[in-house]
């Protein structure tokens, strides 16, 4: 004797007098909706770790006005960097200013020995006159003999102290009480006898010259 067929056990009966609840138009079963679930981001990411930088209440980035400048770069502002003042020279000898950076020369030629002397550094106009007259004048009585003085050494030294002498010149007295004690410039050259003393060879030069000269027939 046959079995008959049984039904689905775990099939849902279908409610009296309505549809069936998952029905779709047509007949066909629908499938329950699934509410859309937002996407999650990194759980393990850091806030604002591949986006701009967040600013912190107070802070800026680089320099005020500038934002997002990398520290290093120069301020567009000058206004805002402060310059190292220059230094003004001070006289060597009596520490007042103004003053300039010369070198004056001396030279003295004997007949077998030829020296040379010099002084440089920042003088005043005081100072600087005061060594300008004394190296020059000890060149004019001292410079003259030797023949290679007298054509080439002494004539640079005179010319070279003459042209750096008006370096000094025209700088402005120091103020009364910003310097120490200065160097006494004394008279001036043309006013020392000594100075003199260089007109001895220069006049037995032209002497000799005059005296080949009138004894050629």
């Known amino acids: 004797m046959a079995t008959p067929p049984q039904g689905n056990p775990y099939a849902t009966e279908p409610r ?24 999650t981001g990194n759980p393990f990411a850091q806030p604002g770790a591949f986006g701009p930088p967040q ?8 320099h005020p006005g500038t934002p ?13 960097q402060a310059h190292p003042q220059p230094l003004t020279p001070a006289c060597r000898f009596c520490g007042g200013s103004p003053a300039v950076p ?8 004997l007949l077998v020995v030829m020296t040379f002397r010099k002084l440089d550094g920042p003088m005043c106009g005081t100072c600087g006159a005061a060594v300008y007259r004394a190296l020059t004048t ?9 023949p290679v003085s007298l054509f080439v050494f002494t004539p640079f030294t005179l010319i070279h102290n003459l042209v750096v002498s008006r370096k000094v010149k025209k700088l402005q007295p120091p103020a009364p009480g910003q310097h120490g004690r200065q160097v006494d410039p004394g008279v001036p050259v043309h006013r020392r006898p000594l100075a003199y003393v260089g007109l001895v060879p ?7 010259i005059v005296s080949g000269l009138t004894q050629n027939p």
């Open 202 to 208: 220069v006049l037995w030069l032209l002497f000799m």
């Open 55 to 62: 600013a912190h209440p107070g802070q800026s980035y680089g």
């Open 138 to 146: 000890e060149t004019l009585w001292q410079g003259w003999w030797s």
């Open 68 to 80: 997002y400048a990398h520290p290093g770069q120069p301020s567009p502002h000058p206004g805002y």
């Open 102 to 109: 010369v070198t004056f020369r001396a030279h003295r030629g």
């Open 16 to 39: 009296a007098g309505g549809p069936h609840p998952y029905a779709q138009p047509g007949g066909q079963p629908q499938a329950p909706a699934v509410p859309p679930q937002q996407p």
